[in-house]
């Protein structure tokens, strides 16, 4: 009886055993089955991730728009597209034509040594001030503050000429000139702020708006573009006087030189 008994629980034992191992190995199945599809959804997961990064890279952005846009050219402009901005009543031919970059720290150096003198020359009736503004420097160190404070420009030029010049001399100012390296400029708010130390364009709430919605934004582009294509351009600050490039000046006196041999003074 001790026999049998024995043998029966080895039987029983060995059946124990061979359930065991097929619930063991059900489990390990499900386990696998589990951790695939948990690979597959992790795996789509990021293609899909991947995908709506470039997606999103390649979705055209506000500025791109910009340039496809229809074009509203601010007032005192002319021209195709109103990329001409020519200021002054000088009955002479003279024309001194500024060629800048709003975060071109060289224009801002300009601007605060000789640009008094400049505007000056203009007012008296010397010659008449023409301007065509690029904005390359947001492409070589990122950002967008060049083509934001070029729209917010256009929104001084369309109230006049007058605070089209006091912007930009503000723009240019050591009190609000910002380094190149930051992006200031991309700023309504900056832009805004600075344009309230003008009084043609303080609380000026069309001028807000524009800037806000970005009336300019269009013909900022075009501007640029215009940029891109003049001749005889390397770099900002470039001044032509009477189509001419002269050396830029640094100081007042380099610049009655640069007049008088230009023929503009005696």
């Not at 390990?28 to 951790?35: F, H, P």
């Not at 990064?53 to 509203?72: F, R, T």
């Not at 891109?228 to 380099?254: F, L, M, R």
């Amino acid at each position: 009886m001790s026999k049998r008994n024995t043998q029966a629980a080895k039987t029983a034992a060995r059946e124990r055993l061979r359930e065991e191992r097929e619930r063991q190995a059900k489990r390990d199945k499900t386990k696998r089955q589990v951790v695939v599809a948990c690979s597959i959804v992790g795996v789509l997961a990021i293609a899909g991730g991947i995908g709506y990064a470039v997606m999103q890279m390649n979705e055209p952005s506000g500025w791109d728009k910009a340039a496809e846009a229809k074009v509203v050219a601010p007032a005192n402009t002319s021209g195709k597209n109103g990329t001409t901005v020519l200021v002054g009543d000088s009955e002479s031919d003279h024309v001194v034509h500024l060629y800048e970059d709003p975060r071109c720290p060289g224009c801002a150096s300009f601007e605060q040594g000789v640009g008094e003198s400049v505007n000056k020359g203009m007012e008296d009736g010397t010659y008449k001030l023409s301007f065509t503004i690029g904005t390359f420097l947001d492409g070589n160190l990122g950002g967008e503050g060049s083509k934001n404070a070029l729209s917010a420009l256009g929104a001084a030029l369309n109230v006049s000429p007058e605070a089209f010049i006091d912007y930009k001399t503000a723009l240019y100012s050591s009190e609000h000139h910002p380094s190149e390296s930051t992006d200031e400029f991309a700023k309504d708010d900056y832009l805004i702020e600075v344009a309230d130390t003008v009084d043609a364009l303080k609380n000026n709430k069309k001028f807000q708006d524009a800037v806000e919605k970005g009336t300019y934004d269009a013909w900022a582009m075009k501007m640029s573009d215009a940029f891109q294509k003049a001749e005889d351009v390397q770099s900002t600050p470039t001044v032509k006087i009477n189509d001419k490039v002269i050396e830029t000046p640094g100081t007042d006196a380099e610049w009655q030189k640069a007049l008088k041999d230009a023929g503009v003074t005696k």
